[in-house]
């Protein structure tokens, strides 16, 4: 077999390989007809474990990829660093940074998928060599306050996202979405993720999705989404909670519902979280089951006051 055909196959026998929440989104968000499923896998731990119901919430340095409307609300450095365990030599890791610039703010995000390793062979068999494989998404955004031409309030932003998969090629995928006060501690949002034209039969996970999101002063926050995967079409709603005893610390739960999900057997859509913050410096996990495929766990260190808790 070739250089060309090795990388091919070990991509191929990875995606056959239960690999944690990359594979359960595959599975959830109709893999025959989507390329590039890692990108619907939840940015950041806070976001998991409120249930993925971030739309209306949005205020770290994850709203690079939840909605980029919510960076208009960040006006200092923020960032995140997070790792997804999905066992199998397979990890899902993710970074972004939010940055102040004229009169909104700059979001930087990438994701990486790492296969692990796999040896790399001459056409006799001879080992040549161990390589790896990575498939990478990396997403720019801008978000900025509402002008009076669009209502004033709130926050809107755009961006652009650009994959690049081992066995896929490259896709290209636009974002946009607003974040809205109401009045009263309600928040509502909305947002389009990974829009873009399909190639070979295949799409970026395209989604629209509305949010709200209810803070209860000195307690935490009620959120709850609802949107429509324009590739698979199964409606998906989320709710979730987010509790702050303390400024240093939150507790954090949630649930997604997807529709049916075949191939997925026992415990779904269940979500749970932790929070602790010293200083500007923070550390966030999420726990989210996928039947019996596999547990996600993840580990995310945050950077920026406010927002979290």
Do not use: C
């Amino acid at each position: 077999m070739s250089t060309a055909g090795s990388i091919i196959a070990a991509v191929l026998m990875g995606a056959s390989v239960a690999r944690g929440s990359v594979l359960a989104e595959a599975v959830r968000t109709g893999a025959s007809r989507v390329q590039a499923a890692f990108v619907s896998v939840g940015a950041g731990a806070r976001p998991v474990g409120m249930g993925e119901a971030f739309t209306a919430v949005a205020d770290d340095a994850s709203a690079v990829t939840w909605n980029p409307g919510g960076l208009g609300q960040i006006h200092e450095l923020r960032a995140v660093v997070a790792h997804d365990v999905a066992g199998a030599d397979v990890g899902l890791s993710y970074a972004a940074v939010a940055i102040p610039a004229g009169p909104g703010t700059v979001g930087l995000g990438i994701t990486a998928l790492m296969f692990g390793s796999y040896d790399r062979r001459s056409d006799d068999g001879t080992k040549l060599g161990t390589d790896s494989v990575m498939d990478v998404a990396g997403t720019v955004s801008y978000g900025f306050a509402n002008p009076g031409w669009l209502g004033g309030g709130g926050w809107s932003g755009l961006g652009v996202e650009v994959v690049q998969e081992t066995a896929g090629g490259s896709l290209v995928g636009l974002s946009a979405g607003s974040v809205l006060p109401a009045g009263g501690g309600l928040t509502v949002a909305w947002a389009a993720q990974h829009v873009g034209p399909g190639r070979d039969g295949f799409s970026l996970p395209a989604v629209v999705k509305a949010g709200a999101a209810y803070a209860l002063p000195g307690f935490g926050r009620i959120v709850a989404d609802a949107g429509y995967p324009l590739v698979s079409r199964q409606p998906l709603v989320a709710a979730g909670v987010e509790i702050a005893p303390h400024r240093m610390f939150a507790v954090r739960a949630g649930y997604k519902w997807r529709g049916a999900q075949p191939g997925l057997r026992g415990l779904t859509g269940l979500t749970a979280g932790l929070g602790v913050r010293l200083g500007r410096l923070g550390i966030d996990y999420a726990y989210q089951p996928f039947g019996d495929l596999v547990t996600s766990h993840r580990f995310a260190l945050v950077w920026g006051t406010g927002g979290a808790i």
